[in-house]
């Protein structure tokens, strides 16, 4: 991981970085709910989110690393940085990763600690971070190299349940929100049924996965586990990520940002690509499958001038590759655009770092994930001749992406306004029924 903007930059500077209206104007709706109805939405708040806390906690135990470091029975936080400095005085753990793990370390326990979620404690953040320690570490003892296609790991250790207790403790489920769930399970039917579906989302933290599988396992939990994503280089080869990745449903590819990144490794990262693709048309011919693409081929990062955060253009040959390799595999395909808040938990660098290990930055907030509707390709083409390729491929792509932004906006807003969420039609907090 590397140290770059401060903390406090980074932390402190939220409220100028929403994306849509600022958060001064968002909160200048009318107030239309009585005290008496505020006070039960909190109350039934309270208790939901504390029943969330509460899981992490036991599972923090449930899924107890191996033992193959001295971080699997850290129970605080005197007991997390003397295993962090055994391990380097012994030359077992390089010394940066000291300065590293420290930082990272003291911003999530002050973003933990100071959040209002029932329940947490130093000892929470010990156990958390002591079994994100062992799983880093155990990559440099027995690194896992991910196959083109991975399938989430969960014996003997269970990596999905490891990655959902960390992201748990960083979701603000007071605020957050699913928009047009009725969409998300029009998909689940989809799949049912034998078609494949491929969502083309933005994407902006790492957090991300575990963001869709908290917000929709207790109503739609096979969409929250059965999914699989598209995952770039630095998803599979960062020590701090590979753990989490180890959790998740990934298609394994090199993203074209970093082709060039090493040339003589160039013609290896295109024959592992090639080895993907053959994988995903392996799969999207059994049909039933569900498949995240960002087309945009990373994380969103805010405009430089105005500090908003919107979802990144789309790449038309991304969607192009989505679209043919579900006619290749003779199932029937859909295409949903879908938008992803989630950039306030886990915030990435300002730009594009070319180096593994970026320094990790945290923060309790609300997140949320909708769904534009499902695309239709033929009537958007049927004015395009089929010999003009690129202007179809264009068209189905800006479609997309703008859904996608119109999608993002409205969950921006209604995270950050309470009488908007509490009283919208259009977005809901399914973890609560």
Known sequence: MQLGASQHSVLCGRKQLRTGKPLSRLREQPQVRTRKVKSQVRRKQNRSTAIHTKATAE???????????????????EEFFGALQKGVDSGKLPKPLYAAFEDFYNNYKQTVLESDAPDVSPELVARVMGSIADRTFNQFLDPYTFPSYH?????????????????RTLINFNKSVVGHLERFEKIQEQLDAGDNVVLLANHQT????????LLLEKKLPRLATEIIYVAGDRVVADPLCKPFSMGRNLFCVHSRKRMDDIPELKSEKMATNRRTLGAMVKELSK?????????????DRPDPESGDWLPHQYDPGAVELMRTMMAKSK?????????MYSWEVMPPPAS????????????????????????????????????QKQERQQKLTDTAWKATVE????????????????NSNVHSQPWRD
């Open 407 to 422: 999608e993002f906006k409205s969950l921006s807003e209604a995270i950050h306004n309470d009488d908007l969420r509490a």
């Open 331 to 339: 199932k029937a395909g859909h295409l949903w655009p879908m938008a």
């Open 352 to 387: 594009l770092e070319k180096n593994l290990g970026e320094r990790r930055l945290t923060g309790y907030a609300g997140t949320g994930i909708s769904l534009a509707e499902e695309l239709d390709v033929d009537a958007l083409l049927s004015g395009i001749a089929p010999d």
């Open 206 to 213: 790492e957090a991300d996965p575990g963001v869709w599988a």
């Open 151 to 167: 399938t989430r790991l969960l014996e003997p250790y269970d990596y999905y349940k490891f990655g959902q207790n960390y992201v």
């Open 59 to 77: 599972a923090a135990t449930e899924a107890r690393p191996s033992g193959l470091t001295p971080f699997a029975a850290v129970r605080s936080e």
């Open 287 to 299: 049909g039933g499958k569900l498949v995240w693409i960002a087309p945009s081929g990373g994380r």
